[in-house]
Each structure stands twice: as structure tokens, then as C-alpha cells.
């Protein structure tokens, strides 16, 4: 921010960018100062409430829509101006993961304020080598190669072709849109996959699954929190080795339809590593419409609550639940830990059961938050000469369990583990983490994670 005494004694330049005001897209000159953008108006040295947004400008958008970045501002045109939503503003963009950097300011005359964001585009096109490791697990080392479009038409729209081989080969084609047209809120996701997979519980020794798998889901958000979603698709599991338990089919091929509804709050700052906000999800499945001997429902709960207790501290907990209705369940449709979910303390340990019950509390702090370095190598793409990086160290507990439907819910045992960590966030929204934790034995396991826990 600048006031206008000093406005004279800048050095400047007038680049051109776009604003919208009142709907309409105009073009208007910018200071460029000390690489920050600014557009040429008296800028109030504080905003307050009393002010009403006139203008939002936006820069550095080669490629993404205006209305991509629009809709995940709570602040709008014609509305009051709200200075502490512009931080939240901020990371909602961020969020999506399309930039490497956005700022968010504003500046005012007289009762009017023009709100600027700038973003630093990613890179969204190319084709990527695959290498990851199956459920967070460093020995189950998968590698390939794909071609992603992470912004298509400029709409934060997703086409991806991949496949991978080595621990549990898959092939995937998938297409999201979040918004189908600029003036609602519906979305669209289509996906169709065929896996090889290695079953998940251990009590039948190891056998193969060839699953294929296609669906489509479509729904709608409610403002910038709330989202109801609908699915529907087909999903067919394979084994060669038929014995009870593996498929409900004797002949070892199982195929049914699945229905899927779903209402998601997420009122997150940051999705790739929370410190504030509250996420909550209801899902309901059903597996088999009566074409099949699949017919089960399963039900889904998570809540999350993320707060800070300072400016470089904050506080995360989460409960979260699995339940299982309705006939005879095959194993692939059980729930574990040791895979997806864990306890970290039991990290590697496999907990298998037709319901499942877990939570999590964790304590960050910022060793130092999350500051930005620019690059400049020759050859070196701009979409990725702006890195994002930070370090947390964090403590935490966990717990969890998992049960049968004719077990005695008071017998059942629970898991339980704890300890400390440091938590790396680097470019491309990447979050490595490095912890030990002990279980409630003492017995203590060195853990490296690939996001964060939740």
C-alpha cells in the first residue's frame, strides 16, 4: 500500500491489466512497484467497513478466467468491503492449487474500494513421470507416466490420462469441471479406471484383483462452503482364486452398481496444511441395486476443526467414522487402517474390520511460516520460478479401531499413538513429513509422510 504523498516520488511503470466493476471487464494502468502491482488510485492507508467494493482487478491471469478466481472471494462487487476476509480470500484462491503465489490488497477513494489480486500462474499442461508410494508407504513404490491439462479452457477444469506400473498397476482417464457454465455453481466428474490390485486384509494370505471401475458424479455449491454432490457408477472386482470371502460370487467376479450422495462444509484456510477452519463430510453409498449378491450401505462421517491459538500456533482435531449395513460384505468392501487412514504409533500395522472409528489432534507451530523465493535460472519457465516453501513442527496424538458388525462394540480394543515431527511445505502445494511416534506399548517408529495428516 502506498499513500498519496509519497506518490510522487516513485519511479513507476504502467502495465495494463483487467478490472471488473460492476460486471464489466475494463482496462486500466498499474504501478509497478519493487515487482508489486498496484492500480493508479489514492490508496486509504486502512480499509473499513464503511467502504463498498466497486472494482476487483486482477493480474497476472494469462490463462485462468476471471470467474474462476471470482468465485471463491467472499468479497464481491457492491458489497461492503470486509478487510478480515481478504487473508481468507487469499488462501481460498491459493487453494486451488493453479497458482504459485496470489496476493490479495486494496486500496480506497473516498467511500469506494478497489480490491487487486495478483497471481503467479503454474504450470498446467505437460506430460509427468509417475512415481509415488501406495498407501504412503515407502516399500509399495509405484512409477509411470501420464499427461495432465490442470486448467483447461482456463476453468480450473482437469483432464488426466495415467497409468503406472510396479506396486498395484492401474490406468486412469478422468475429467472434472467445478463450474459448467460462469453463472452457476454445478459440477461435473467423470472417471474410468482398471487396477491390479493386492488385497488389503491379511487373513487370507496374498492373492490379486483386477478391478474395474467407471462413475460419474454431479453436483452443486452453495456459496464458498457448501457442497452437495450425487454419484453414480459400476464397479466390477476379479479374483482367480476363489475362496469365501474374496467376491460374494462363487465364481469369483463380482460387478454391481453404486449410488452415492454426499454433503461436504469446508470452510478450510488451506487445504494442503489447515490452521483454520472446519471441514465436515456425510457421505452414503449403496453397493448393489439387486443385480448382484452385493447389498450393502455404507455411511460415512468426518469432522475437522483447525484453531489458531496465536499468530504462529494452532490447534487440529479430527473424529471420523465408517459404518457398514445391509448383507454379507466382501473384504475389498471392509475398512482399515494401515493403509489410507493410520495410527501413527501402528503405522504399518493393518487394522481390518466392517466398521471403523478414528481421531486425531495435532499441535503446529511455525518454525517459520511460509515464504516465497524467487528463482531465475536460464531456460527456467516463469510458472515455476516462484517457489512456496515453509517448516512446522507439530505434536501429536491418534487413535482408531476397527470391529465387525457381530462383535461387542464395549470388547473391542482401540490403538492408540503420539509424538512430534517437523513438517516441510514445498512448492506445488508438496508437504513432507518427518515424525516419530510411540504406541501405548512404548514401542517407537520413525514415519515419513507425502501430505499432511488431515
Known amino acids: 500500500m502506498y499513500s498519496q504523498s509519497n506518490k510522487e516520488s516513485l519511479s513507476y511503470?504502467?502495465?495494463?491489466?483487467?478490472?471488473?466493476?460492476?460486471?464489466?471487464?475494463?482496462?486500466?494502468?498499474?504501478?509497478?512497484?519493487?515487482?508489486?502491482?498496484?492500480?493508479?488510485?489514492?490508496?486509504?492507508?486502512?480499509?473499513?467497513?464503511?467502504?463498498?467494493?466497486?472494482?476487483?482487478?486482477?493480474?497476472?491471469?494469462?490463462?485462468?478466467?476471471?470467474?474462476?478466481?471470482?468465485?471463491?472471494?467472499?468479497?464481491?462487487?457492491?458489497?461492503?468491503?470486509?478487510?478480515?476476509?481478504?487473508?481468507?480470500?487469499?488462501?481460498?484462491?491459493?487453494?486451488?492449487?493453479?497458482?504459485?503465489?496470489?496476493?490479495?490488497?486494496?486500496?480506497?477513494?473516498?467511500?469506494?474500494?478497489?480490491?487487486?489480486?495478483?497471481?503467479?500462474?503454474?504450470?498446467?499442461?505437460?506430460?509427468?513421470?509417475?512415481?509415488?508410494?501406495?498407501?504412503?508407504?515407502?516399500?509399495?513404490?509405484?512409477?509411470?507416466?501420464?499427461?495432465?491439462?490442470?486448467?483447461?479452457?482456463?476453468?480450473?477444469?482437469?483432464?488426466?490420462?495415467?497409468?503406472?506400473?510396479?506396486?498395484?498397476p492401474w490406468l486412469n482417464l478422468s475429467y472434472q469441471n467445478p463450474t459448467l457454465t460462469d453463472d452457476d455453481d454445478l459440477f461435473l466428474r467423470v472417471q474410468l479406471s482398471f487396477s491390479h490390485m493386492r488385497n488389503q486384509n491379511t487373513s487370507q494370505g496374498e492373492y490379486d484383483q483386477q478391478i474395474l471401475s467407471g462413475n460419474a458424479s454431479f453436483g452443486k455449491r452453495f456459496g464458498l462452503f457448501t457442497t452437495l454432490t450425487g454419484l453414480v457408477g459400476y464397479e466390477e472386482w476379479k479374483v482367480d482364486d476363489t475362496q469365501l470371502g474374496r467376491t460374494l460370487s462363487p465364481d469369483g467376479k463380482d460387478h454391481y452398481v453404486v449410488m452415492s450422495g454426499g454433503l461436504v462444509y469446508d470452510k478450510r484456510d488451506l487445504r494442503e496444511y489447515p490452521l483454520d477452519g472446519e471441514f465436515f463430510s456425510f457421505y452414503a453409498t449403496k453397493y448393489g441395486l439387486g443385480e448382484s449378491n452385493v447389498d450393502l450401505f455404507r455411511y460415512q462421517v468426518d469432522m475437522r476443526e483447525y484453531q489458531p491459538l496465536g499468530s504462529d500456533i494452532s490447534v487440529g482435531v479430527r473424529g471420523f467414522g465408517s459404518f457398514l449395513s445391509g448383507g454379507l460384505s466382501p473384504s475389498y468392501l471392509h475398512s482399515y487402517f494401515g493403509y489410507f487412514d493410520r495410527i501413527r504409533g501402528y503405522y504399518s500395522t493393518v487394522l481390518e474390520g466392517e466398521d471403523q472409528l478414528g481421531g486425531s489432534a495435532e499441535l503446529r507451530l511455525a518454525v517459520f511460516k511460509p515464504r516465497?523465493?524467487?528463482?531465475?535460472?536460464?531456460?527456467?519457465?516463469?510458472?515455476?520460478?516462484?517457489?512456496?516453501?515453509?517448516?512446522?513442527?507439530?505434536?501429536f496424538a491418534d487413535a482408531g479401531t476397527t470391529w465387525y458388525r457381530t462383535d461387542s462394540f464395549a470388547n473391542i480394543p482401540w490403538y492408540t499413538g503420539y509424538g512430534a515431527g517437523l513438517h516441510f511445505l514445498l512448492p506445488y502445494s508438496f508437504v513432507l513429513r518427518t515424525e516419530y511416534a510411540f504406541n501405548q506399548h512404548g514401542l517407537g517408529e520413525f514415519i515419513f509422510g507425502f501430505h499432511a495428516s488431515f
Not at 48 to 54: A, I, P
Not at 110 to 133: K, L
Not at 373 to 390: D, H, K, N, Q
Request: charged share 20%; proline share 6%.
Open 13 to 168: 511503470a504502467a502495465p495494463l491489466g483487467r478490472m471488473i466493476t460492476n460486471g464489466r471487464k475494463y482496462i486500466v494502468p498499474f504501478l509497478l512497484i519493487g515487482g508489486a502491482v498496484f492500480p493508479c488510485l489514492h490508496a486509504s492507508p486502512r480499509a473499513d467497513s464503511s467502504l463498498t467494493v466497486t472494482k476487483i482487478v486482477i493480474v497476472g491471469n494469462e490463462t485462468t478466467k476471471e470467474q474462476v478466481i471470482l468465485r471463491e472471494m467472499s468479497n464481491k462487487v457492491g458489497s461492503p468491503l470486509d478487510v478480515a476476509a481478504l487473508e481468507r480470500d487469499q488462501k481460498r484462491i491459493y487453494s486451488l492449487q493453479l497458482f504459485n503465489k496470489v496476493d490479495v490488497s486494496n486500496t480506497a477513494e473516498g467511500r469506494e474500494a478497489t480490491i487487486v489480486v495478483v497471481v503467479s500462474e503454474r504450470w498446467y499442461i505437460f506430460p509427468f513421470p509417475i512415481i509415488g508410494f501406495k498407501y504412503h508407504d515407502i516399500k509399495n513404490v509405484f512409477y509411470g507416466a501420464g499427461l495432465i491439462h490442470q486448467n483447461f479452457r482456463g476453468r480450473n477444469e482437469k483432464l488426466m490420462a495415467a497409468g503406472a506400473l510396479g506396486f498395484d
Open 372 to 395: 516465497y523465493l524467487t528463482v531465475s535460472l536460464p531456460g527456467l519457465p516463469p510458472e515455476f520460478s516462484v517457489w512456496r516453501y515453509g517448516l512446522y513442527a507439530a505434536v
